[in-house]
Structures are given as C-alpha cells and as structure tokens.
C-alpha cells in the first residue's frame, strides 16, 4: 500500500466521512484481494465506517472465511472407507458441520445420506 493514501493526521482530525479519492483507493485493494481488517489497519477509520464504504461504493462483500483447524491424521482415508461424519466427528471432537466443511476443503466428494 502507498503510504500517499494514509491519513497521517492526528486522531481528532480525521474526518467523519472517508473522502472519496480515499474511498476510490479502498476499493482497488478490496477488489485486489485486501482483508477489510488490512484495510483498517492502514487507516484511521473503524472496520464499520470502512464496510460501509465499500457497500456504498457497490462493491460486493466477500464471505468471511471461517478458520478450519488443521485436517487430522487419518479422517479422510477413514471417511473414504466408510465412516459417517458423524462418527468422525465423535472420534475427532469436533462438530459434524466442522468435519464436513473439513473433508469439503479438502476436495473429498461427499456420499449420499446413508450411503455406504
């Protein structure tokens, strides 16, 4: 990021709308792929006030990704041999809408309910 489109006023000073050449910049980095949390951390402007822009610029939010614990050892062969989700939810300790968002993410292609 350039450092031309921080604001390096002093906290009382920032204005209580983001400018729009200001705005314009959020929306290129949105749109590149930056974090809305990125953005904030290199403005003087609240996650909100930075959502919002970019709402009312029309961009599209992305989904939040939600963090998956690391894939253990052994659910996807026990799966692909025939476990339910459910029982490698039980053996792992995690939540069944956990351990199927887990074999999704790691491309395993989901049985029918109550196929073997």
Same mark, same amino acid.
């Given at each position: 990021?350039? *450092? ?6 002093? #906290? %009382?000073?920032?204005?209580? =709308?983001?400018?729009?050449? /200001?705005?314009?910049?959020?929306? *290129?980095?949105?749109?590149? @792929? =930056? ?6 951390? %290199?403005? #003087?402007?609240? $996650? ?6 970019? /709402? *009312?610029? @029309?961009?599209?939010? !992305?989904?939040? !990704? +939600?963090? &998956?614990? #690391?894939? #253990?050892? @052994? /659910? +996807?062969?026990? $799966? ?7 029982? &490698?939810?039980?053996? $792992? %300790?995690?939540? $069944? ?8 993410? =790691?491309?395993?292609?989901? !049985?029918?309910? @109550?196929?073997?």
């Amino acid at each position: 990021m350039s *450092d031309d489109h921080r604001d390096t006023r002093a #906290p %009382g000073s920032v204005p209580a =709308e983001i400018p729009a050449e /200001l705005v314009r910049h959020l929306v *290129d980095r949105y749109t590149a @792929g =930056e974090t809305i949390e990125s953005l904030v951390a %290199g403005h #003087p402007y609240s $996650y909100r006030k930075i959502r919002v822009a970019l /709402l *009312d610029a @029309g961009v599209t939010l !992305r989904p939040p !990704r +939600i963090p &998956l614990p #690391p894939t #253990p050892p @052994g /659910l +996807i062969n026990a $799966y692909r041999e025939g476990r339910s989700i459910r029982q &490698l939810a039980t053996t $792992y %300790g995690m939540s $069944y809408n956990q351990t199927r968002n887990i074999l999704l993410a =790691e491309g395993v292609e989901l !049985r029918r309910r @109550g196929q073997p």
